[in-house]
């Protein structure tokens, strides 16, 4: 029976670490994706910050993306750039990068 315990434990560990790391790496592709759109909606500095930081929190609302999505998407049409599918485009570039990023500790 220890075996099992020991193998069980081992997956659960695992989970939780994937878990973890596939919630830093989205943080970290909504704080790129947010810092993105703030340069495309010619924001810079602590603007710039501040915005990134709105897109982060706007993850909380509901599961999945659908609600970064709607945040940047709104916003950039206010400001008359980007459409969905560039920013999905964008978005899962900017996944890549996050994984990446988290993977080596930066």
Do not use: C, P
């Amino acid at each position: 029976m220890t075996t099992f315990d020991d193998r069980k434990d081992t997956f659960e560990k695992k989970f939780a670490h994937d878990e973890e790391l596939r919630f830093k790496a989205t943080a970290r592709r909504n704080k790129l994706l947010g810092l993105w759109a703030a340069d495309r909606l010619g924001k810079s500095g602590a603007d710039a910050e501040a915005y990134a930081k709105s897109v982060v929190m706007a993850d909380f609302q509901e599961a999945g993306d659908d609600d970064v999505l709607r945040k940047v998407q709104a916003d950039l049409e206010a400001g008359g750039a980007a459409g969905q599918t560039e920013l999905r485009r964008v978005m899962d570039d900017l996944m890549e990068r996050a994984i990446n990023e988290v993977k080596t500790g930066r």
